[in-house]
Nanobody
Framework: QVQLVESGGGLVQTGGSLRLSCAAS????????MGWYRQAPGKQRELVAD???????RYADSVKGRFTVSGDNAKKTLYLQMNSLKPEDTAVYYC?????????WGQGTQVTVSS
């Protein structure tokens, strides 16, 4: 079993920054294979950024150059540094871990960017 708990969301003005954290517990031995997704009202959940099973980072085109995904294996924590935030970044952000082809999700944290 895997448990994921996100934190760090909030309300920020356009151009501002936030740092999300995802604390993992349970059967996790690496942050590889973890990522951040988001879901805006009326839209499908989409990948924002992740760290692949091989340790490479990937980003959605809409956040490249503004967001940075990183992690700390010792703390079993995944981070998402979000800079130059835009109103279109407003969404619930979810942490994800794929383990043996099973997807685990956190409860989500709300990010709201005001214009």
């Amino acid at each position: 079993q895997v448990q994921l708990v996100e934190s760090g969301g909030g309300l920020v003005q356009t151009g501002g920054s936030l740092r999300l954290s995802c604390a993992a517990s349970g059967s996790i031995f690496s942050i590889n294979g973890m990522g951040w997704y988001r879901q805006a009202p009326g839209k499908q959940r989409e990948l924002v950024a992740d760290i692949t099973r091989y340790g490479a980072t990937r980003y959605a085109d809409s956040v490249k150059g503004r967001f940075t995904v990183s992690g700390d294996n010792a703390k079993k924590t995944l981070y998402l540094q979000m800079n130059s935030l835009k109103p279109e970044d407003t969404a619930v952000y979810y942490c994800n871990k794929n383990l043996f082809r099973v997807d685990y999700w956190g409860q989500g944290t709300q990010v709201t960017v005001s214009s």
